[in-house]
């Protein structure tokens, strides 16, 4: 609380404390007949005021005022050299005024919380206050650290006004470590639009969004085709600048961009894939345009890249996914440029790739199609063929796809590009043209979500009710954390 002033409250009795503007006022509140508390400054008193009572808050110089319901404590407390405060209990009141200097505040709160849309988790325009609970029993750091951990991911940004130590807590990554633990996780969904400048990131339901700072690359990188994927609290965009190709990191906690490390072989037009706080990489093709077979694996925790086994196949325009404990990597075209039909799936604990052959034989490929449309829930992979709009799910046991139904958006416009078909936890997001708009200028960007069945005949699909934070650009890059 700022010196002269007090927030706005109604006593027992109604009477509003109003404002005074004027600094020269000084004098004596008087005591309050229920809480026996009397505050003076040295200057003569005047005319009576009606009680008001305060909450305790300490303001930036550290002066507190108070209630204090003990009528065991009496005493004067010490005087404050720069304001010549005093506070004392249970001594007889002087003549009372006082000039209490409001910002009324409606509700049952007397603090209130804004969330901007430029602001994103971790960041704040507000400083962390430290507030004197010294005597209040103290909770450890290690027992606070897991209350913490347990929050909403999406409640972090409030952090900075709880006090210094937990806004530097939110810096360390030491949360995210024990959300992973305890196996709480919460999904985020960044996006990159045409007509936009920037990242954004949306709460799961896409209630809420927060642009991202500015990514700090060449003009080269963001007018460029760029490829993106999560790990743990990062979100890795590999795209190239005018040196070449170049790897750009976003960090949830920092709230903020840093460049590299570079992938062991820079490539663009690869297969990638999530899980936990690694990301892998395969195939694609290099500046000069060779098509790669190699793979490789981003660890979060040490920004470090790891050299994997090669593929079996060179494949570029590809698609990842993970399942059943494996990296896949499905479709794409070889060095020749015929499209492949085959799979391949890389297992961790044989360090090799096995060949998964058919994976796409009754999947149409057309010219300059996107690479396949697949994601996993439940462990179970569907895809959404782009010529049909249908929704498929892959049968592990007859390696079929049986098919769902068509989908409430056209991937087939645009031959698939410009569509976000991901794995939202146990749910399926699928963000492109509706097919109930007339013109797909990109002005009818919809979304929806279902929770498949792979044992079910039809499935619902849900749209998403975002207000303004409605995507109306074509979708040029999207990618899901989970953390």
Not at 23 to 36: A, E, F, I, Q, S
Not at 127 to 139: G, I, N, R
Not at 211 to 237: M, Q, R
């Amino acid at each position: 609380m700022s010196k002269g002033k007090e927030l706005g409250g109604e006593d027992e009795g109604g009477e509003v404390c109003r404002n005074d503007c004027n600094p020269r006022k000084k004098g004596v509140l008087g005591r309050d007949p229920d809480n026996n508390v009397w505050i003076t400054y040295n200057s003569p008193p005047s005319k009576r005021l009606d009680a008001c009572e305060t909450n305790t808050k300490e303001d930036q110089g550290g002066y507190a005022i108070g209630n204090d319901n003990n009528p065991c404590k009496k005493g004067v407390l010490q005087e404050d050299s720069g304001n010549r405060l005093w506070i004392a209990c249970n001594t007889s009141p002087p003549e009372t005024i006082a000039t209490c200097e409001t910002n009324r505040i409606e509700g049952p709160s007397r603090y209130a919380f804004s969330s901007n849309e430029g602001r994103v988790d971790g960041s704040s325009s507000l400083e962390p206050q430290d507030a004197d609970y010294s005597e209040v029993p103290q909770l450890s750091d290690e027992v606070e650290n897991q209350i913490l951990a347990r929050i909403p991911r999406s409640e972090y940004w409030k952090f900075p006004l709880v006090n210094k130590r937990i806004f530097a807590l939110t810096k360390t990554g030491e949360l995210f470590k024990i959300r992973r633990e305890l196996g709480v996780k919460e999904s985020s969904v960044f996006i990159f639009t045409t007509g936009d400048s920037g990242w954004w990131g949306f709460a799961r339901q896409f209630s809420s969004r927060r642009k991202l700072p500015d990514l700090p690359a060449d003009s080269c990188f963001s007018s460029g085709d760029k490829e993106s994927v999560c790990a743990g609290t990062h979100l890795i965009i590999s795209g190239r600048e005018i040196d070449g190709v170049v790897v750009w990191r976003y960090e949830l906690e920092t709230n903020s961009w840093s460049k590299g490390p570079s992938m062991i072989t820079p490539r663009c037009l690869f297969a990638s894939a999530s899980c936990g706080p690694f990301a892998f990489v395969a195939g694609g093709v290099t500046e000069a345009g060779a098509v790669l077979k190699s793979s490789e694996k981003y660890n979060s925790d040490t920004k470090t890249w790891e050299t994997l086994p090669r593929m079996q196949r060179k494949r570029r325009l590809c698609s990842g996914f993970y399942m059943d404990n494996k990296f896949y990597v499905i479709g794409g075209r070889n060095e020749e440029g015929k499209c492949l039909t085959c799979g391949e799936a890389y297992d961790e604990d044989k360090k090799k790739w096995e060949l998964v052959p058919d994976m796409l034989e009754d999947t149409p490929v057309a010219t300059f199609q996107s690479p396949p449309l697949v994601a996993v829930v439940n462990n179970e992979l569907y895809s959404l063929e782009t010529s049909s709009n249908e929704l498929k799910v892959f049968s592990k046991r007859t390696k079929t796809w049986r098919k769902f139904g068509p989908v409430p958006v056209r991937a087939d416009s645009s031959r698939g590009w410009g569509v976000a078909f991901k794995s939202l936890g146990n749910e399926l997001l699928l963000i492109g043209s509706s097919t109930s708009m007339v013109s797909y200028s990109g002005d009818g960007m919809a979304i929806y979500t279902c929770r498949p069945d792979a044992e079910a005949e039809r499935l619902q699909w849900r749209p998403l009710e975002c207000g303004r934070n409605r995507l109306s650009n074509f979708i040029l890059n999207c990618s899901v954390m989970v953390a």
